[in-house]
């Protein structure tokens, strides 16, 4: 369907304003028996077939926007706040709408729409322009909504060669009574779509896109993705492709049929993060309806709204629940170490960091490759399993090509007794080899799981602490010593200066024989951006070390975090020149 979305040269009106009402109450002196009150206005049961008047649950999304009617671009935007009510008077077959001070009633003789799939009104005056815009059928579907609908305001003003744009985007209708919520189980929306966006210089985009809604009821968490399609509204011109898309992640109440979360837009002009707040509507969540508003911190504004209709396959929302195969792009730090036939101790020493895959397809089946063409990996099945040294692992052993290869995965959920994780996990991976003389040995330390979406975390404020472990390995040539690490680990994170910072609290225990050591506490910082969490250096006492640790955020909100590291320890600590390579994953205290 296409979109008509009322952008131009416009002169101004008046708003109007509607209210009143009032309650009686029975007298209580002895006379004529008082007339009984008025029988309650039933609620309406549908969107399609409205019989009464009533007041409907709302979300709303809105910005404003300058506009430079010359060039007809944009000149700046913010997103705004405010709630916003919609009330229908079955009377006068009219709608009120209100925010933030203002409100505009749209009656059947303002209508301008010759479409069966939207109700269009428009109302024209001196002082401005409102146009409002209900959609029936989601743009992007066949079947008309039955609970829930999706709308827009705009409010045009103009000054000069200057155009002011309030623009309101919601969703509206018959929600579910908390009583009747879901609290178990999972569920798929099909979404649809609808929004502008305004980035400085360029003309203003409405976008529009179908996409998928996952959520878990008892978890209480859900996720969106849509990819959209832009069109400028002035030229007509559209863009549409990888990158120009809509996502969002959070929580659902636990008391009501609410959810909320953080959302991110991704467009051919600029991108944009904000927050999403919608609900479920019908007498059993069979739809639902959000909107969410958004910015850049440099003038560029996304507002907008989606609706969604039961239907579509779940998405895995977290390690404990996988419903459907999952690939894993999986950050790891590798320490491999060497002797020669015949020479006694380590001969050599080294550390590299990059991507493997780990591809779950069932709860006893899944591959893993380490990423690196020498490392030998494959498809792990039930009958690959062997019994593991520690109980919070579940353990692997297979032979790929003549070469010996064990695997050790940390089990998520309430079964592991020393760190419960819902979103990350991590591994550790081990083979050995030999080339003529040379002996080779390889330690893999890896994270995994289910990251949180790129850049979703951008307009996330205040601060978090999270608190895990770490597992790794170390070996020092001088010494002749090698290690298996363990410890634990701390970041601090800022989400409004989005930054991090923290610290690996590391011990080894000897493997050849050497004395177990503590190797103290090692500190980094680094900065979150819309593109990913930045790698940071280490440093021990102040002084920046050789190393680096990569973090990833896992889960709806960064609930979680993932990552690996590498590090030599420096002159003057116990255990100095040990190379240390490992991972940890902690968990939001």
Known sequence: MKVKFALAVLACTALTACGGGGTNSPGTTPGPTPTPPPTPTPPNTTLTDLKYSQSFATDAGSSTQTLDLTTKTVITGKPTAGALTVSYDAQSNSYTVSTNGRSQVFAPGDSISGEPNEARYFKDGTAERNYLTLVKTPYTGKDPTQYVGLGYWQRNTTSGTQQNLDFVAFTYGLDTPAANMPRTGTAAFTIDVFGLASFPGYEPRSFQGRGTFSTDFGAGIFSAHSYVTETELTSGQGTSGGGIELTSAGNLSASKGTFSGNMFYGGARGTAGGQLSGRFYGPGAEELGASFSG????????????????????????????????????????????????????????????????????????????????????????????????PNFTAYRKTFNG????????????????????????????????????????????????????????????????????????????????????????????????????????????TNGTPSIDFGSYDFGGTIMSSGVMPAPISKGGVTIAGELRPVFYGPDGNEIGATFYLTTPTGVPGAGTTIAGATVARRQ
Do not use: H, M
């Open 403 to 510: 070469q010996d290869v064990s695997l050790e995965l940390y089990r998520p959920g309430s079964g592991n007794t020393e760190l419960a994780l819902t979103y990350a996990s991590l591994g550790r991976w081990a083979t050995s080899s030999k080339s003529g003389i040379v002996n080779e040995t390889d330690r893999v330390y890896f994270v995994y799981g289910l990251e949180t979406p790129t850049g979703l975390l951008r307009a996330k404020t205040g601060t978090a602490n999270y608190a895990g472990i770490v597992y790794g390995a170390g070996a020092n040539k001088q010494a002749n010593a090698t290690y298996d690490v363990t410890g634990s680990s701390r970041f601090a994170v800022d989400f409004s200066a989005q930054s991090y910072s923290g610290a690996l609290a590391l011990r080894g225990a000897g």
């Open 295 to 390: 910015g850049d911190g440099n003038g560029g504004v996304v507002s907008g709204a989606f609706t969604g209709q039961r239907g579509g396959q779940v998405d895995n929302l977290t390690l404990t629940n996988l419903t459907k195969a999952q690939l894993f792009y999986v950050p790891f730090a590798l320490l491999t170490t060497n002797t020669l036939d015949g020479q006694a101790g380590l001969y050599s020493v080294s550390t590299y960091t990059t991507s493997g895959q780990l591809n779950w397809l069932n709860s006893e089946t899944f591959t893993y490759g380490p990423g690196l063409s020498n490392l030998p990996g494959g498809q792990f099945t039930i009958n690959d399993k062997v019994a593991s040294s520690d």
